[in-house]
């Protein structure tokens, strides 16, 4: 299996812009991950999915971000407006189960995201 | 409100030495715990994991601890190598739900 894929790697916007990231799951996956690394905050949990539903979306910072799983092998995390506060390292991670059990999470390589 | 603490933002080890990365966090339903590695332009991989029941976990040069009393976890690398170089994440979890990552803590080997 290739592992987790994401796209693009890097972003470069401009404020006000819409951005799109996608991220394909491995297969067989049942849960999928949007993180947010920053250097204060960390890796950030946005929201995760299971079976293609969002389950706790708490972590998502505000209204201006939304996800999307259309199927089992496709996700996207859009930001519209987006703000230079928004530049950070996102990543997509997908996992057989919850931690807890014993399962762990494979993380994307990350897209890595400006806004000028 | 960080619920996962690494309070070394980095580290510096000469090669052979034991490295020792720590870890504290504050919710005591926490009950599995992990270290992730990463490395440049790449996505955290997972290292090693412990859970609550466990106060040692062992996987070749990679040991972590768990001490539930003072709320502490640590990872020892013994001996280090120039190839752990990275940065290293420990995170928790409370049962079946999702991981709280700490800030992370880099190490240099130092050849």
């Known amino acids: 299996d290739a592992g987790v894929i994401q796209s693009p790697r890097h972003e470069v916007t401009e404020m006000g812009q819409e951005v799109t990231l996608r991220c394909k799951p491995i297969?067989?996956?049942?849960?999928l991950f949007w993180y947010r690394q920053t250097m204060m905050r960390g890796l950030e949990l946005l929201i995760y999915?299971?079976?293609?539903?969002?389950?706790?979306d708490s972590g998502m910072p505000e209204d201006r971000f939304s996800a999307k799983m259309p199927n089992a092998s496709f996700s996207t995390l859009k930001i519209q407006p987006s703000e230079p506060r928004d530049s950070a390292v996102y990543f997509c991670?997908?996992?057989?189960?919850?931690?807890?059990?014993?399962?762990?999470?494979?993380f994307g390589p990350g897209t890595r995201l400006l806004v000028l | 409100d960080q619920q996962v603490k690494q309070n070394s933002p980095s580290l510096s080890v000469q090669e052979g030495r034991i490295s020792i990365l720590n870890c504290d966090y504050t919710?005591?339903?926490?009950?599995?715990f992990l270290w992730y590695k990463k490395y440049p332009a790449e996505g955290p991989t997972f290292l090693i994991s412990?859970?609550?029941?466990?106060d040692k976990n062992e996987d070749g040069r990679f040991t972590v601890f768990l001490n539930k009393s003072a709320k502490h976890l640590s990872l020892h690398i013994v001996p280090s190598q120039p190839g752990d170089s990275a940065v290293y994440f420990c995170?928790?979890?409370?049962?079946?739900?999702?991981?709280?990552f700490g800030t992370g803590t880099r190490l240099k080997v130092l050849a």
């Open positions: 991670a997908s996992s057989f189960g919850l931690a807890g059990g014993g399962e762990t999470q494979y």
């Open positions: 297969s067989g996956h049942d849960y």
């Open positions: 999915f299971n079976n293609n539903v969002p389950i706790d």
């Open positions: 919710n005591s339903m926490f009950d599995y």
């Open positions: 412990i859970s609550s029941i466990k």
């Open positions: 995170a928790a979890a409370p049962g079946t739900y999702k991981y709280i």
